[in-house]
């Protein structure tokens, strides 16, 4: 088998193949795994966000978190963090509506009026907030102790990993694939496609109908801090306007918005060439980073 992507989808898909007994080839077109949305996660274990199916895949990755089989991690995935929505008095009903759904799972919220959450959070001004939501059980997740558990596991049970080698062509026989990747051509009965913004690039090589995959770009940036920060729970916007979360002794901060963009690494357009195999448009300027 073929599993194309080394973001946190193909690691962990080639991890549970080869649990099965598969013998499965990892591609990545990358020069280093999880470069793109996979490293750039926000890294939050949040029973309840999302629609109510990502909430119950969710809660069904826990056993996993809390208890990773043996080898495959040196230190735990999940520490305590907390999350709190918060909104100006006009969001109010927002804020009942997060209140209210946290309510139907494992880890209910509870309210807060805006002296509480800016005890918490001291940077939060009183005459913004109308109140916000508490909810103590979301947690750190190490994203990038998760993707190489899943890598590590993978190589140990004999999986194959390689890098630098963007799919170029896909071709099916009566009964195999042939995956042109980089210089080499591979033969394979299964062919997963874990592409994440590039899926619908890589389904159309193998002459899939597009599924209308619309990647969306988010901006992310740093601002420097100090220790105080640390034990600050992740704060959001109660209609998604904008998210910060402790990041060391920095914030982490993001616009949370949802721009329609090309497959592409948004970091690197201000080379003058390419970035990476998978970049196709140089010299265009962004600051922005997707998430």
Known sequence: MVVIG???????????????GCTVTLLEAEPVLASHSTGRSAALYFENYGALPNRALTRASRPFFDEPPDGLVDHPLLV????????????EQSLRTHLAESETGSHPGRWLGP?????????????????????????????????QAFVRGF??????????APVE??????????????????????????????????????GAQPVGLLPMRRTAF???????YRNWPLVADADNQFYFRPDGTQLLCSLAE???SPPEDARCRSRSRPCSPTCPTPGRRSTAATD
Not at 124 to 129: C, G, N, T
Not at 177 to 200: H, Y
């Open 6 to 20: 080394g973001g946190i989808a193909g690691a962990s898909v080639a991890y549970e193949l080869v649990e099965a």
């Open 80 to 91: 305590k963090r907390g999350a709190m929505w918060i909104g100006t008095p006009d969001q």
């Open 115 to 147: 002296s509480q959450a800016r005890a918490l959070v001291p940077v939060l001004r009183l005459d913004y907030l109308g109140g916000a939501v508490i909810e103590p059980e979301a947690l750190d997740l190490d994203v990038a102790g998760l993707h």
């Open 155 to 164: 190589r140990r049970g004999g999986g194959t990993v390689r890098v630098s």
């Open 169 to 206: 062509r896909l071709h099916r026989s009566a009964s195999q694939w042939t995956i042109v990747a980089g210089d080499d051509a591979i033969r394979s009965d299964v062919v997963v496609n874990a592409a994440g913004a590039w899926g619908d690039v890589i389904g159309s090589m193998a």
């Open 222 to 228: 740093t601002v420097p801090g100090d220790g105080a």
């Open 258 to 260: 949802e721009r329609v």
